[in-house]
Every structure is written in structure tokens, then in C-alpha cells.
């Protein structure tokens, strides 16, 4: 194998051969090493974004090389607490010299303005306008601060830490302290739980909780007029399109347009509505007018009172016939 190098004029990065043949590392750590290496200091790169510029490795590859690093040496990370914001900061230190774990790093840099040896003064020196490389030697570290775990819950930007609380002041009144939370409506409690069963029932109508509660004034009027949850949910949830883009919408539409007709109290104590002529109980739904009968819609079947009554006489003698019967046969028998 016959290996030519060529000499670089600009942009590049000098490693040992020791590090780029360290045998403790694979070699997609050694070009995630000499990659990190090459990029300027202050850069932000983690596992997830070398997985998003090189999909091919995959995230699960680049974070054990990563762990190859750590355990060689080259790759650091130390959290540290800023004693002016008390903001958390995770610093990454590369370096192209393999570091002891608990070994001192270099400190991180400060937030204060860097202050010069000479401030004003000219630079001195004579510029020969060529472009005259800085490659990076041994020992060089390229250091960067990641983000704090969302568990600190520390503030973005120093620029954006929130301005220290005010202390009270003793001579102003005690504001009244606050009372407990309002309980629930009972009914909007109701109202979203049955909305919540019949939006469970179609995947289609998917709502999450918070839009479940806004929906539930809606259905309130359902509940009363007497509609039950098989009536909602099939006023709700026949004749859907293919897709429902927006469910909650497409919900508030239904529930305001397909609400049913207020049904008609009627006082139990009051009487029922009759025939104009023959005083006949009137149909159901029937209010005021004529029956059928008196209407001449259908055939009139008028009876003699004193038929009704002779009938009834006969029929009440047959009983008692029969009753004494009955008796008489069973004394007979004992």
C-alpha cells in the first residue's frame, strides 16, 4: 500500500498517529474523535445531532462510540453551576490527548466581557497578508455547553434569568390568602364524561381531555331533554366522512345542529282531551275536535244502556250459579 500525503495550506487539524491507531477504539469512534476535533471551539454536537447528519451510522451506533471515548479518555462531560444566575450548564470537553476520569479540565469560560491587556491601543506586529494556518496541536480541547436536563428547569440564557423576587414590604396590608378551588360542575362532570364514552367509541372523534371539557356545555341540553347516551351517540357518530380533519369542531357543529325539539310537559292532574260531541276520550296527540266517530270517519258503535245492563244482570247470575255449584259438589265429597 503506498500512501501520499499532501501538504495543506489551510484549514486542518494535526492528530498523532497514537490517537488516530488508539486500538481501544473502533473506527467509527476514531472518525467521530478526529470529527469533533476538526470542528471549531464553542461547537454543539451530541449523539442526536451526529445521528442527524449521518443517518447511515444510526444514533444507537454513535452513542456506544461515543461511550468508547468516554472510557478512553478523549470525551468528557462535567455539569457546573453558574454562582452569579445559579444556571446549570453541561460542558463537553474533546481532547486529542486521552484525559483520566477526575483528572482537571479546563475551566469553562466566564459570562463576563474579556478584558484585553491594553484596551485602545493599536495592534503591533506588520501584516504580510498571507493567510498563515493555525492547526491545533497536542493537547487541544474543544469544549461546549450542551443544555441542562429538563429536570433543573433552569432558565435558556443567562440574558433571560428572571429578575430576583422583591422583598415585602412590612408596612403594607396582608393580602387575604387564596381560598380553595372551586369544586367541578356535577353537570359538566356528566356532560364530558358521556361525551368522553361515545368519542371513545369512534376513533375518528378523538378528543383529547382538555377539548372534552370545552365541548361539555354543549351536551348539557341533551341531558335535558331526555336524550340518552344511545341517542347522542348515534346523533353523533352516523353518517361520518372518511376523515374528520378536526374533530372537536366537527362535534360543536353536531351537538348545536342536531339537538332535538324541547318535548312538550304535560301536568299529570289534568284532564284529557275530549270528543266536542260525545265527550269520548280523543286519540293520543289529538288536543281539541271531533273523534273519529262523531266525525264520520269511522263507524259509530252506539249500544243501548238498557241492553249493557240487562247483559250484566245475566252474567252476574251465571257466577252465582256456578259459585253455588261449586259448593255443593265439594260438600258432597266430604
Not at 500500500?1 to 477504539?25: C, G, K, Q
Not at 451526529?50 to 454513535?62: C, T, Y
Given at each position: ?8 495550506t ?34 454543539r ?7 442527524d ?12 462510540a ?24 453541561c460542558?463537553?470537553?474533546?481532547t ?34 498571507e ?42 396590608a ?48 341533551w ?42 310537559h ?69
Amino acid at each position: 500500500m503506498r500512501i501520499h500525503l499532501s501538504a495543506p495550506t489551510r484549514h486542518y487539524t494535526v492528530l498523532r498517529d497514537e490517537v488516530l491507531r488508539d486500538p481501544r477504539l473502533s473506527f467509527t469512534a476514531r472518525g467521530i474523535l478526529v470529527y469533533l476535533l476538526s470542528l471549531p471551539d464553542g461547537s454543539r454536537e451530541d449523539a442526536r445531532t451526529l445521528a442527524d447528519k449521518h443517518p447511515k451510522v444510526g444514533r444507537r451506533n454513535i452513542s456506544k462510540a461515543l461511550d468508547e471515548l468516554i472510557e478512553a479518555g478523549y470525551y468528557h462531560r462535567r455539569t457546573t453551576r453558574d454562582p452569579d444566575t445559579g444556571r446549570i450548564r453541561c460542558w463537553t470537553y474533546v481532547t486529542d490527548t486521552p484525559i483520566p476520569a477526575g483528572s482537571p479540565l479546563p475551566m469553562p469560560p466566564g459570562s463576563g466581557e474579556p478584558a484585553g491587556p491594553n484596551p485602545g491601543a493599536f495592534p503591533s506586529g506588520r501584516n504580510t497578508g498571507e493567510d498563515v494556518p493555525t492547526p491545533r496541536g497536542a493537547g487541544a480541547v474543544a469544549a461546549h455547553a450542551e443544555d441542562p436536563p429538563p429536570a433543573h428547569d433552569e432558565p435558556a440564557d443567562p440574558g433571560d434569568a428572571p429578575e430576583p423576587e422583591a422583598l415585602p414590604d412590612p408596612g403594607a396590608a396582608a393580602q387575604p390568602k387564596a381560598g380553595p378551588a372551586p369544586e367541578a360542575d356535577p353537570q359538566i362532570t356528566e356532560a364530558a364524561a358521556i361525551l368522553a364514552h361515545i368519542t371513545a367509541a369512534e376513533p375518528k372523534l378523538t378528543l383529547s381531555p382538555r377539548e372534552t371539557l370545552t365541548l361539555a356545555p354543549l351536551v348539557i341540553p341533551w341531558l335535558e331533554r331526555g336524550c340518552s347516551r344511545l341517542v347522542m351517540l348515534h346523533a353523533l357518530t352516523s353518517g361520518l366522512p372518511e376523515r374528520v380533519n378536526h374533530p372537536r369542531g366537527f362535534l360543536a357543529h353536531r351537538l348545536r345542529d342536531k339537538l332535538p325539539a324541547p318535548r312538550a310537559h304535560r301536568d299529570p292532574a289534568a284532564p284529557l282531551p275530549e270528543c266536542a260531541e260525545c265527550r269520548d276520550p280523543l286519540p293520543r296527540n289529538q288536543h281539541t275536535g271531533l273523534c273519529a266517530s262523531c266525525a264520520g270517519v269511522a263507524p259509530a258503535h252506539v249500544t243501548d244502556p238498557s241492553t249493557q245492563t240487562a247483559n250484566f244482570a245475566a252474567r252476574v247470575a251465571a257466577l252465582r250459579d256456578a259459585v253455588r255449584e261449586r259448593r255443593a259438589l265439594a260438600a258432597h265429597t266430604t
